[in-house]
């Protein structure tokens, strides 16, 4: 009689008490923390915030980008060359050069075509530079022009001294088919 008495008290408060939050009503917020909303936590992001964010690899992508847009904008306008894209040093415009015609000049301005290449190549890095180190959109935006307009007269550079590159090839070869005198 007291197991059978311990037993049904024993489950009667089990299920006493697994109806026991069901009855319990839930407290809502107070309404004063609801509506609050917390100021002054967060963080207002400006431009330069983000920039110092992204990535190298962004970054990367994005003047490859840049650079990719500028080979198919000087693609797109094949008579433009080099000379035309790029002031030369004088910063007068120079003309379609011809192909050279010895072994000589092919040299010369293979050379000549490789430091120009070099040049731009500084120029770009160091206008990727400022671009990355600018304070405001507007300067911003400028240089990133500026770093199209290079990077396509550097691709340019580069197609000319592939040509010239070329060209030096055939001169050889036409010098080694030639019998000496």
Known sequence: M??????????????????????VPQQAPPPHQAK????????????EDLAGVRKPSDVYLDQKLAAEEAAK????????????AAPSQ?????SKPSPPKTLEEAEE???KKREEIR???????????????????QARGALNDKIVQLTG????????????EARLQELLTEARSQPLK
């Not at 007269?153 to 010239?164: H, I, N, T």
Request: aromatic share 4%; proline share 4%; net charge positive.
């Open 2 to 23: 007291k197991l059978s008495r311990l037993v049904g008290m024993s489950l009667g408060l089990l299920l006493g008490l697994t109806f026991v939050p069901a009855v």
């Open 36 to 47: 609050k909303p917390k100021s002054g936590s967060g963080k207002v992001w400006t431009n």
């Open 73 to 84: 904008a000087a693609k797109e306008t094949p008579q433009e060359t080099a000379a035309d």
């Open 90 to 94: 004088e910063g007068t415009v120079a």
């Open 109 to 111: 301005r293979i050379a």
């Open 119 to 137: 040049n731009l190549g500084q120029m770009v890095r160091r206008t990727r530079e400022e671009h990355f180190n600018a304070s405001n959109d």
């Open 153 to 164: 007269a550097l691709d340019v550079a580069e197609a000319e001294l592939r040509s010239l």
